[in-house]
């Protein structure tokens, strides 16, 4: 089956701590995304990647960091300094920047803080 | 900044009725896509619809898109209870022409009861 796994479904992080988030597609896709989901609102974008060894800021970049070593791949970390990190994030894909195609989401990991 | 704001924030109706959502957005744009969200889950890409189309369809999903209102509205006809999710606009500015960089509403709320 080609697609987008993101796991876990479910993190609980206590406070201080970093956690990583996984994100994995076989789509074959060149570009990358991490997005932000607060209750009743829409995406907010944390980090993308166009292409392997590359990443660029989104809008809320602010206490996360990724890396993207292989194509497949684009782990988002949650550090210490993310103040308000309980939310639903979703990482997604897309066949190539320069291009109007779809996205592809995976399914979500949903943080909490304890 | 929000590009996209849909409109209403939440839509009722029961089964079989047509249901019509809303979408506007404040600069020039490259395409318009929206997405289907169940709740806990990821997006759905579900139709994207470029700057020089006025009309789409898909199945049941018909969309328009006025580049001269700024807005763009999806409608379901013949409404079924498993309809019942969250529907996103997303849009790509002329700055910006990669899809998962696109710049989501906050969503429309829809219910179909049975």
């Known amino acids: 089956d080609g697609g987008i796994t993101q796991s876990p479904k479910y993190l609980f992080r206590k406070e201080g701590q970093n956690v990583t988030l996984s994100c994995e597609q076989n789509?074959?896709?060149?570009?990358m995304y991490w997005y932000r989901q607060d209750p009743g609102q829409g995406l907010r974008l944390i980090y993308y990647s166009q292409i392997v060894n590359d990443f660029q800021k989104g809008d809320i970049a602010e206490g996360y960091s990724v890396s993207r070593e292989k194509k497949e791949s684009f782990p988002l970390t949650v550090t210490s300094a993310q103040k308000n990190p309980t939310a639903f994030y979703l990482c997604?894909?897309?066949?190539?920047?320069?291009?109007?195609?779809?996205?592809?989401f995976g399914q979500g990991t949903r943080l909490t803080v304890v | 900044s929000q590009q996209g704001e849909e409109d209403p924030q939440a839509l009722s109706i029961q089964e079989g009725e047509n249901a019509t959502m809303n979408c506007s957005y404040k600069t020039s744009i490259n395409n318009l896509q929206w997405y289907r969200q169940n709740s806990g889950r990821g997006l759905v890409h579900l139709i994207l619809?470029?700057?020089?189309?006025r009309e789409k369809h898909s199945g049941r999903l018909r969309v328009t898109l006025d580049t001269s209102k700024k807005s763009s509205s999806l409608l379901i006809t013949a409404s079924r209870a498993a309809d019942t999710a969250s529907y996103f606009c997303a849009t790509d500015g002329t700055a910006n022409t990669n899809a998962g960089k696109s710049t989501f509403g906050d969503g429309t709320t829809l219910t179909v009861k049975p």
């Open positions: 789509l074959n896709h060149d570009a």
């Open positions: 997604a894909s897309s066949m190539g920047w320069g291009l109007n195609t779809e996205a592809f």
């Open positions: 619809i470029r700057s020089n189309e």
